[in-house]
């Protein structure tokens, strides 16, 4: 069965302290790992898209990287703004939903 | 331009009611899909929709979760004899193409209580 957990399920850091985020996948057959951010009463948000191992993608203070079965959101020196819940989610062959992990509430402390 | 729209955005049921959710896709937009979100969990699948037609279903919980497209472009999914294990919030996302790239857009999410 395919399956995303992501870790921790929360999260606290102080501004500035860098950490990163877990997303750990097994499915049968990958077309597309997402990564999203969602903020309290609103739709989540769209951040990256990563397809094979290796590759990586950066956004401001976001870095995504991709392994056979990982991915990691790097936060460097993040800001309180960056506080939200941040969510994994695969795509595989032969469908077009989105399978998501429970999330990563991430709390940044001015 | 516009994102995905969805109203209403909160709905309070008494169990058995029926209910319906609009969505509105991106202006354009071929694939529209439709999740529920428990509280503090990640959205989980419901429906899949190209066009006006209804690709794949397998994650509507029971046969009282009803979703059409008639025309291709705004949504709508009607929950019939709602029951308090139906309360969550309702996503809709679309996305331009069907290609296993296309990023799926969400709209605001409409909380669905039903007591």
């Known amino acids: 069965e395919d399956q995303v957990t992501q870790s921790p399920e929360a999260l606290r850091l102080q501004e500035g302290e860098s950490s990163s985020l877990n997303c750990s996948y097994t499915v049968s057959g990958l077309r597309g790992l997402f990564w999203y951010r969602q903020d309290p009463g609103k739709g989540p948000e769209f951040l990256f898209t990563?397809?094979?191992a290796g590759e990586e993608k950066e956004k401001e203070r976001l870095k995504a990287t991709l392994t056979k079965k990982e991915s990691f959101l790097h936060i460097t020196a993040p800001k309180p703004e960056d506080s939200a819940t941040y969510l994994c989610?695969?795509?595989?062959?032969?469908?077009?939903?989105?399978?998501f992990g429970q999330g990563t509430r991430l709390t940044i402390n001015p | 331009g516009a994102g995905v729209s969805q109203s209403p955005r909160y709905k309070v049921a008494k169990r058995g009611q029926d209910v319906a959710l609009r969505c509105d896709p991106i202006?354009?937009?071929?694939?529209l899909f439709w999740y529920q979100q428990a509280l503090g969990q990640g959205p989980e699948f419901l429906t899949y929709?190209?066009?006006?037609?209804?690709?794949?279903k397998s994650g509507l919980p029971s046969d009282r979760f009803f979703a059409e497209r008639p025309e291709g472009s705004v949504s709508t999914l009607k929950i019939q004899r709602t029951q308090q294990e139906d309360s969550a919030v309702y996503l809709c996302a679309s996305s331009l193409g069907t290609s296993g790239g296309d990023t799926q857009y969400f709209g605001p999410g409409t909380r669905l209580t039903v007591l």
């Open positions: 202006s354009g937009h071929v694939s």
């Open positions: 990563l397809y094979s």
């Open positions: 929709f190209q066009n006006e037609a209804q690709l794949d």
């Open positions: 989610a695969v795509r595989i062959q032969g469908a077009q939903k989105l399978v």
